[in-house]
């Protein structure tokens, strides 16, 4: 997927400034496609040359304008080719479950601290998860009253908690099989 897809997207989603575009991949977006602040910006400003985002300027009290951007009618055309085209399935490269094999050729005890590590940080997105899930898709009126656009926001937030969900289950089980092959004296 090209960075200009997930632009597209977000901006169909909610017109905004750059700076409300990078923080929506700060907050949601890029926990599923990554981009820094300069890439955005580089990428609206040859979005806007290829005529697939319009620009205008938003008058502000007391800050200089800003500018805001929405999608296009090329832009829409060009999601919609891209919604219709075939995606590969993901597939795993994952750097840890390598050294996790690896770790038959050294000690096992090595990567303890590692896979903790993980864990901590899948934990804190999981928690990260659940509470954008508490706090934009529950509560009352939330069930059954979402627009499709909302809906599908929705699932993917799903998606994204059952894979946090999978991955410490796995961590967990990859922690208890260190801890068994290094013995008890393996710490942690």
Known sequence: MALEHAILVSLLEKPGSGYELARRFERSI???????????????????GDGWIDVHEVAQQGRPDKKEYSVAAP?????????HEPVEPESIRHD?????????????????????RHHRVHSER???????????????????????????????????????????????????????????EAGG
């Not at 832009?75 to 919604?83: T, V």
């Not at 840890?96 to 903790?116: N, T």
């Not at 529950?138 to 599908?152: S, V």
Request: aromatic fraction near 10%.
């Open 30 to 48: 890029g926990y599923f496609w990554t981009a820094t602040h300069q890439q955005i910006y580089r990428v609206l400003k040859r979005m806007v």
């Open 75 to 83: 832009g829409r055309e060009a999601l919609s080719q891209w919604l």
């Open 96 to 116: 840890l479950a390598v050294k996790i094999r690896g770790a038959a050729f050294d000690d096992p005890a090595v990567l303890i601290r590692e896979v903790e």
């Open 126 to 184: 999981l928690a990260h998860y659940l509470a954008g899930e508490r706090r934009d898709f529950t509560g009352p009126g939330a069930a059954g009253t979402l627009d499709a656009g909302r809906e599908l926001q929705h699932v993917v937030l799903r998606g994204g908690i059952a894979y946090e969900r999978m991955t410490l289950d796995w961590l967990d089980d990859v922690l208890a099989t260190l801890h068994r092959i290094h013995g008890p």
